[in-house]
C-alpha cells in the first residue's frame, strides 16, 4: 500500500517536532513533507544546526530527513501530493485593528486555506494544528468550498496539539492524549479515522480522543488557560508568603499532595512566557467578551494581569534591594529563555525585567546557554521603542557565564536552567561589590550555601535569612 501522504504547512516548534515524531513512528507508512514560506527556516531544517533546540530532536530528523522526512519550499507541490494536510502556521496575538491586543491574528491560517484550495487536484483532510479561536474550522471551511477547484472535497479536523517546549520529543513519543475533533457526518468520521491511524503507529487507542470540532478547539484554549492560572495562582501566594513569612515551596508541598490539585505545576516564579499562555487566554477573553460574557473574559484576563505583575514585583525588588538605584551598575541576567531546554525567548519574562532594569539605567551582562545574541539584541530593543540605541549602551551578551557574572552588583537567575546551580559562586562571590546580591527568579539554587558564603539573597515567595 501506497505512504499516507502528509503535508504540513508550518516549520516551526510545532510543525518541525510532530512532522519529525510522525514520520519517526511511521515509517515507510508515511511520506512526510513540512513546507514554509521561510526559506532561511527551511535551510536550517535541512542542515545540521536546526532552526529550534530540543532535546531529542538532532537525532528523529538525522534518523528520518532524506527518507520519509522532507523540508521545502515547495508549498503548491506538497499540497497537490498530499492526503493529510496539517495547518501549523502561527497565530499571534493581533496588533492591529478589531480585537487588537486580544484576538488571535489568524491570517496565516486565511492565506493556508487559500493556499490548499488553489493547489488542490483531489480531495484532502486539512487538520487544524494551530491553536485557534473556536469555530475557526468553519471559517476554513467556507473558504476553500468557496476558491476549490469543481468536484474537489474537504474534511477539516481540529487536532491542537499539547507538545511543551523543552520536552517536545518526548511529549510527543508518548502523549497524555492527541485530540481530534471533526464532524458527526460519516465523512467526517471517516477523516477522523484516517488521522487516528496516523498516531496510532505509536499511540495507544485509548489515549486517542475524539470530539466534535468546536469541543476540539476550544479543549486547547481551556487547557492553556488552566495551566497558566495555576502559574498565576502560586505566584499569587508567593506574594502573600514573602509578606507573611510563610514559605511558598512549603505552601506548594502541602497543598500539591493533594490528590484533587496533584502536585505539577505548583513552582512560583517570576512569571510565565512563551508563545501560548497569554496569546492564547487572551484569545478565549476575547471570545469570552464577543459571547457578552464579560465577567467570564475579567475572570481569565486577570491570570495574564498577575503575570505581569509578577515580573515587575521581581524587578523591583532587584532594585530597592539595590539602595533604589542601579544605575549603571552591573546586573548579571542569567537566563534569558522563557524556561530551560529551549532557545525560545518569546513573551520570556527575562524580557520584561530586563526591560524595567534598563529603564533604570541598569547595565545589563546577559549570559543564556541557548539564546543567540542576535535574538537578545532584537528582543530587547522590540520593547525600546524609540530609543534603541539603550540595548547597544547598556547591554553585552556573554558566552561564559563567569564572565557575565564577574563584578557584577547582582545576579538574577530568570530561567531555570540545570547548569545554573552547578556553578563555584564562592568565586564569583570574590569578584563581586558587597553586599553581594543574588535574585533567584526561579528558586532553583541553594539559598542557605549561598547565604553562608555571604550573599545577600532574595527569592520567590520566601525569606531567605
Ligand atoms: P512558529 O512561529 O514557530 O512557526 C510557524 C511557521 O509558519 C513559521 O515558520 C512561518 O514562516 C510559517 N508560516 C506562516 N504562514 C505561512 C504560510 N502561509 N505558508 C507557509 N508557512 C507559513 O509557531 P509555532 O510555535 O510552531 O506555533 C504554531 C501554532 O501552534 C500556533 O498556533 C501555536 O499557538 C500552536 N502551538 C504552539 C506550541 C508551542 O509550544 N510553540 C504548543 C502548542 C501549540
Not at 476550544?218 to 502560586?234: D, G, T, V
Not at 534598563?358 to 545589563?364: F, K, R, V
Request: hydrophobic share 40%; glycine share 6%; charged share 25%.
Amino acid at each position: 500500500m501506497a505512504p499516507t501522504n502528509i503535508c504540513c504547512i508550518g516549520a516551526g516548534y510545532v510543525g518541525g517536532p510532530t512532522c519529525s515524531v510522525i514520520a519517526l513512528k511511521g515509517g515507510d507508512q508515511v511520506k512526510v513533507t513540512v513546507v514554509d514560506i521561510n526559506q532561511k527556516r527551511i535551510a536550517a531544517w535541512n542542515s545540521d544546526e536546526l532552526p529550534i533546540y530540543e532535546p531529542g530532536l538532532d537525532e528523529v530528523v538525522q534518523q528520518c530527513r532524506g527518507k520519509n522526512l522532507f523540508f521545502s519550499t515547495d508549498v503548491a507541490g506538497a499540497i497537490k501530493a498530499a492526503d493529510l494536510i496539517f495547518v501549523s502556521v502561527n497565530t499571534p496575538t493581533k496588533l492591529y485593528g478589531l480585537g487588537k491586543g486580544s484576538a488571535a491574528d489568524v491570517k496565516y491560517i486565511e492565506s493556508c486555506a487559500r493556499a490548499i484550495a488553489e493547489h488542490s487536484e483531489g480531495p484532502k483532510i486539512v487538520i487544524e494544528k494551530s491553536t485557534v479561536p473556536a469555530r475557526t474550522a468553519e471559517t476554513l471551511d467556507r473558504i476553500l468550498r468557496a476558491n476549490c477547484k469543481p468536484g474537489i472535497t474537504f474534511e477539516i479536523l481540529s487536532n491542537p496539539e499539547f507538545l511543551a517546549e523543552g520536552t517536545a520529543i518526548s511529549d510527543l513519543m508518548s502523549p497524555d492524549r492527541v485530540l481530534i475533533g471533526g464532524s458527526t457526518t460519516p465523512e467526517g468520521q471517516k477523516a477522523i479515522q484516517a488521522l487516528s491511524a496516523v498516531y496510532e503507529h505509536w499511540v495507544p487507542k485509548d489515549r486517542i480522543i475524539t470530539t466534535n470540532t468546536w469541543s476540539s478547539e476550544l479543549s486547547k484554549l481551556a487547557a492553556n488557560a488552566f495551566l497558566a492560572q495555576r502559574i498565576s495562582s502560586i505566584n499569587a501566594m508567593s506574594a502573600i508568603c514573602e509578606a507573611t513569612e510563610a514559605d511558598v515551596s512549603e505552601v506548594a508541598r502541602a497543598i500539591g499532595k493533594d490528590s484533587r490539585l496533584g502536585a505539577k505545576f505548583l513552582q512560583a516564579s517570576v512569571g510565565f512566557g512563551g508563545s501560548c499562555f497569554q496569546k492564547d487566554i487572551l484569545n478565549l477573553v476575547y471570545l469570552a467578551d464577543s459571547l457578552n460574557l464579560h465577567e467570564v473574559a475579567d475572570y481569565w484576563r486577570q491570570v495574564v494581569i498577575l503575570n505581569d505583575w509578577q515580573e515587575r514585583r521581581f524587578s523591583t525588588r532587584i532594585i530597592k534591594a539595590l539602595f533604589n538605584t542601579v544605575s549603571s551598575k552591573k546586573i548579571c541576567i542569567l537566563g534569558f529563555a522563557f524556561k530551560k531546554n529551549t532557545g525560545d525567548t518569546r513573551e520570556s519574562a527575562a524580557i520584561y525585567v530586563c526591560q524595567h532594569l534598563m529603564d533604570e539605567g541598569a547595565q545589563l551582562a546577559i549570559y543564556d546557554p541557548k539564546v543567540k545574541a542576535e535574538q537578545i539584541d532584537l528582543d530587547l530593543k522590540s520593547v525600546s521603542q524609540g530609543q534603541e540605541d539603550r540595548v547597544d549602551r547598556l547591554v553585552t551578551v556573554h558566552s561564559d557565564p563567569y564572565e557575565a557574572m564577574d563584578g557584577a552588583h547582582a545576579v538574577a537567575v530568570l530561567t531555570e536552567w540545570d547548569e545554573f546551580k552547578t556553578y563555584d559562586f564562592a568565586k564569583v562571590y570574590a569578584t563581586m561589590p558587597k553586599p553581594a546580591f543574588l535574585f533567584d527568579g526561579r528558586n532553583i539554587l541553594d539559598h542557605a550555601a549561598l547565604r553562608q558564603m555571604g550573599f545577600e539573597i532574595e527569592a520567590i515567595g520566601k525569606k531567605i535569612h
